[in-house]
């Protein structure tokens, strides 16, 4: 049996070999994710050509997310945060990574600190004229996302709920409250939702998950998320396989309280 709701997972040194990227595919990894934020383009166009190749052989089609890293800075209580002086949301890092996503074919593309639908749009015309235009997925990841949350989700594709960097501007305890309220505009637009951040983090040194992580990751399904998402876990952990399966088991049970709520996928 395989949940309806998706598993995310980022592809990094722990997950690059065909072998493990099988294994994560057969214990029901849905999407690959590339952070940007890391790796060069020659390891990126690795990645991708090694997901293709793995998911044509067992007849899959894993969707692969570019995740553009925005006008990210180290430091901070997460380990990076928005440049305070930023000028653009669209830096020409993201510009020369965009180019290479779109000769390569991504899927879907992540846009880091989106603050408006403005920053959405700008992004999707960058996109005509690069000459290939993808779905966007908006992380929200700033209070004033939050503030605009509407019209965000009205600009873009999907939403994503990336709470690390939120937590940089919404005090960590509303951080919860915030999502849900995510979630909930996200289900009530009919837009897909992905939550995402830290959700079995322990894992990346240990091979079984705390109760709070399993915790965390059932009230994503049950409050209504399509997507939940692996990050360090599966880029640079030690168990990026069993992470997935245990992920998978975790998401599967908590869709036995859903009933036939409706699923939005990627």
């Known amino acids: 049996m395989h949940s309806r709701a998706q598993i995310?997972?980022?592809?990094?040194?722990?997950?690059?070999?065909?072998?493990?990227?099988?294994k994560m595919m057969q214990s029901q990894m849905d999407v690959a994710r590339l952070n940007f934020s890391h790796g060069t383009h020659a390891e990126h166009a690795h990645y991708i050509h090694t997901i293709r190749a793995?998911?044509?052989?067992?007849?899959?089609?894993?969707?692969?997310?570019?995740?553009?890293?925005?006008?990210?800075?180290?430091?901070?209580?997460?380990?990076?945060?928005?440049?305070?002086?930023?000028?653009?949301?669209?830096?020409?890092?993201d510009i020369d990574d965009l180019v290479f996503g779109m000769a390569h074919n991504v899927d879907h593309v992540a846009m880091s600190y989106v603050g408006s639908a403005d920053d959405v749009r700008q992004l999707r015309n960058l996109m005509y004229h690069i000459g290939a235009v993808k779905p966007i997925i908006a992380k929200i990841e700033r209070k004033q996302a939050v503030d605009n949350l509407a019209s965000i989700i009205r600009a873009a594709d999907a939403i994503m709920v990336?709470?690390?960097?939120?937590?940089?501007?919404?005090?960590?305890?509303?951080?919860?409250?915030?999502e849900a309220h995510i979630i909930r505009q996200c289900k009530n637009a009919g837009k897909p939702v992905i939550t995402a951040t830290q959700m079995m983090l322990s894992m990346v040194t240990n091979p079984m998950p705390t109760r709070a992580e399993?915790?965390?990751?059932?009230?994503?399904?049950?409050?209504?998320?399509?997507?939940?998402?692996?990050?360090?876990?599966?880029?640079i952990g030690k168990y990026p396989v069993a992470v997935v399966a245990t992920m998978e088991r975790i998401v599967l049970a908590a869709e036995k309280h859903l009933g036939k709520a409706k699923i939005n996928s990627l």
């Open 214 to 235: 399993a915790t965390d990751v059932a009230y994503a399904i049950t409050s209504g998320s399509d997507a939940v998402m692996l990050s360090e876990e599966t880029a």
């Open 8 to 22: 995310v997972a980022t592809i990094g040194p722990a997950s690059k070999s065909p072998a493990v990227l099988k």
């Open 54 to 93: 793995v998911a044509k052989k067992l007849r899959k089609h894993i969707p692969i997310i570019q995740d553009l890293s925005g006008p990210r800075v180290t430091g901070g209580r997460s380990g990076h945060h928005i440049a305070k002086h930023h000028n653009h949301i669209i830096t020409p890092k």
């Open 162 to 178: 990336a709470r690390g960097d939120l937590a940089n501007e919404v005090p960590i305890e509303e951080i919860p409250f915030v």
